[in-house]
């Protein structure tokens, strides 16, 4: 058994003494594991880190079995993830969802996201909006999709405002205003046709939203717990945009009395 294909690595654990098993996401198998020999060494160290897009070779006997990879680097880009606390929350919190997924089962669309949102990890605001869709795409993929496309109420596609957390569904603002207390906010830039891009307050929501259903689909059911990384890549990511959005405020004045 053999097959090629691009891939983006998660993450590696230690085998024997100097081999390693790689964890990856590739773009037509999902995620798969593999061994990879002298995954320890110098060369392969800088290789083997989360967020590298690679060639990945695997073979085995059989198809149900570990396997090896063979592994060239097509672009390392963990450096540079390591600069900022967003992009290094954000790594481990994207391979933590993809973790969610049943292994070697193709999402390729996930994939593409995947090597997008790691292409723009320390940029706040545009990294915070894919890192919802991303979340959004998987609630999808696992059958628990959102609908955000017009009113669960009325079918009208203006002026969503909210999201009923028991259908999923969005709902305009006059017909939620009633049960506006009990309605999760749906973000101006998760709207249908929107231009608007996220700011510190509609991200917070967007992320309040995709937590809410990941905890009632997924986590709770499974017993599992988010982990802290999510939490950390909101925090950073929230934090960064607040402080460019209100730069006066990073620096007091100095009292000179």
């Not at 790594?91 to 999402?107: F, N, S, T």
């Not at 603002?173 to 709207?191: Q, V």
């Not at 997924?218 to 939490?231: F, H, I, W």
């Amino acid at each position: 058994m053999q097959w090629t294909d691009e891939a983006i690595l998660l993450g590696v654990r230690r085998h024997g003494e100097t081999s390693v098993i790689a964890e990856v996401m590739t773009a037509n198998r999902g995620r798969h594991l593999g061994m990879v020999r002298s995954g320890r060494s110098r060369t392969m160290q800088p290789v083997l880190q989360p967020g590298n897009r690679l060639e990945v070779t695997w073979r085995a006997r059989l198809d149900e079995h570990l396997g090896e990879f063979r592994i060239e680097p097509l672009m390392l880009r963990a450096g540079r993830l390591m600069e900022s606390a967003t992009a290094v929350y954000g790594v481990q919190a994207l391979g933590a969802l993809l973790r969610l997924l049943p292994e070697r089962d193709p999402h390729p669309h996930l994939f593409q996201a995947l090597d997008v949102i790691l292409d723009h990890l320390e940029e706040p605001a545009t990294a915070g909006e894919l890192f919802v869709r991303f979340e959004l795409g998987l609630l999808n993929d696992l059958g628990f999709g959102l609908d955000l496309t017009e009113c669960a109420a009325t079918g009208t596609h203006h002026d969503l405002a909210y999201v009923s957390p028991k259908s999923g569904r969005a709902v305009s603002r006059e017909a939620g205003a009633p049960w506006a207390d009990k309605m999760l906010a749906l973000p101006d830039f998760l709207t249908p046709g929107t231009n608007r891009a996220a700011d510190p307050d509609s991200l917070a929501a967007a992320f309040r939203l995709t937590s809410y259903f990941l905890d009632r689909h997924v986590y709770g059911p499974r017993g599992l717990e988010p982990g802290a990384a999510r939490e950390g890549f909101c925090q950073a990511a929230l934090k960064t945009l607040r402080s460019l959005e209100a730069p006066g405020e990073l620096a007091a004045p100095r009292n000179t009395a």
